[in-house]
């Protein structure tokens, strides 16, 4: 519940105080974390609803991911050139009037629905002509939004955004090993390390890697290293009814093949972590050759606690594999609980687990499937 409903309850109620320090605890503050920074919590309905319409009401089969990311990409766009105002309630008229004949159409199959080409058109009435070819074009993308020209891509400061998040300090696992949970999800194979390694470097286009489940999207000027992303992140509490939060994480390492002694001391330490753990598998298998790996720690209010996620690029036994592998201390009981009953799945999907579509791993492989594609 966003915080300007919980204390407008309590001051109804004469206890204002009592709600405003209740919101200072930590499920208070994991609660302000709910929906995005570019939105009001007014807005809040109207944006799940449109994400709604472009992807989670569909059927199945009428499902695609890239209409996902062009609905994000319609917000994120419309919000960068609202002068990163913080979106609102009355918003939802320009949606509207943009939109609305489309989903009154059902052209992504079902009444209320939108199709890729609809989602296209509106973006075009909404944003202006320019829209639809820029949002097909790989050079004028990038931090979930399209630029008119390359040259307003360069311009753009990912930092406005950055100035808005809750980003807090960060948050690494900090109990005694044995005490925490080490886990290693699935690996999942890449088409090439080249190409994914580059994939991975280029964080303006992580949002462009976005599954079902959640997008990153990178909030600071540098590259990868000490790069920090927003996370938005998908539950289900029934199906069709998606659960948007967010966290924050920051690349606190990096190591690459081209400092083989800081790589190898990093995949040292990953291992002996898990030698500590032995029912978990080792992410890095003996004999890999590790392109790359860094480290993914959280900041507070994150929805997985004081953790850090692990992620490698090696080659092995004739194919290349991303894969990821997390650690956490014992989670405090609000989040536990929502853990167990939305988090876990998304969790394990999201690094690779579930269906492709949940996970972003193999988005990034997919991603690079299409790339190499365009360049032959």
């Not at 400092?259 to 500590?276: C, K, S, T």
């Not at 999907?349 to 579930?354: D, N, Y």
């Amino acid at each position: 519940m966003a915080r300007s409903h919980l204390l407008s309850a309590a001051a109804g109620a004469g206890i204002a105080l009592v709600a405003e320090r209740a919101l200072q605890s930590p499920p208070g503050r994991f609660a302000q974390m709910s929906g995005s920074t570019l939105a009001a919590p007014g807005a809040a309905a109207w944006i799940t609803d449109f994400l709604n319409a472009a992807y989670y009401a569909k059927d199945g089969d009428r499902r695609d991911l890239a209409d996902l990311r062009l609905a994000f990409m319609i917000l994120t766009t419309y919000w960068q050139r609202s002068g990163t105002r913080t979106l609102g309630a009355a918003d939802v008229l320009r949606f509207h009037q943009a939109l609305g004949t489309a989903r009154l159409r059902g052209t992504g199959g079902r009444t209320g629905t939108l199709d890729h080409g609809s989602l296209l058109d509106g973006g075009a009435r909404l944003l202006g002509e320019w829209f639809p070819a820029a949002a097909q074009d790989w050079e004028r993308r990038g931090w979930g939004i399209a630029f008119p020209t390359v040259a307003d891509k360069a311009a753009h400061d990912p930092e406005v955004r950055l100035a808005r998040a809750r980003v807090g300090e960060l948050t690494p696992p900090q109990r005694p090993i044995d005490e925490q949970t080490w886990h290693t999800y699935p690996p999942v194979e890449v088409p090439d390390a080249a190409a994914t390694a580059e994939a991975v470097l280029a964080v303006e286009h992580w949002p462009d890697y976005a599954s079902e489940l959640g997008r990153f999207t990178p909030l600071r000027r540098t590259g990868l290293a000490g790069q920090t992303f927003e996370i938005e992140v998908v539950g289900f509490l029934r199906p069709r009814t998606p659960v948007f939060t967010r966290g924050y994480v920051t690349v606190t390492a990096l190591v690459t093949a081209d400092d083989p002694a800081a790589r190898d001391a990093w995949v040292d330490d990953v291992r002996q972590g898990f030698e500590r753990h032995p029912l978990e598998q080792q992410p890095i298998p003996e004999g890999a050759d590790v392109h790359a790996g860094f480290d993914l720690t959280c900041h507070e209010h994150h929805f997985m606690g004081a953790a850090k996620n692990r992620l490698v690029l090696y080659s092995v036994d004739g194919g290349t594999y991303l894969r990821a592998a997390g650690t956490w201390d014992p989670m405090q009981r609000h989040l536990a609980e929502l853990y167990e009953r939305v988090g876990r799945h998304s969790q394990h999907a999201f690094w690779g687990m579930g269906n492709p579509e949940e996970s972003m791993l193999h988005q990034i492989a997919a991603q690079v499937r299409r790339q190499r594609q365009v360049r032959r």
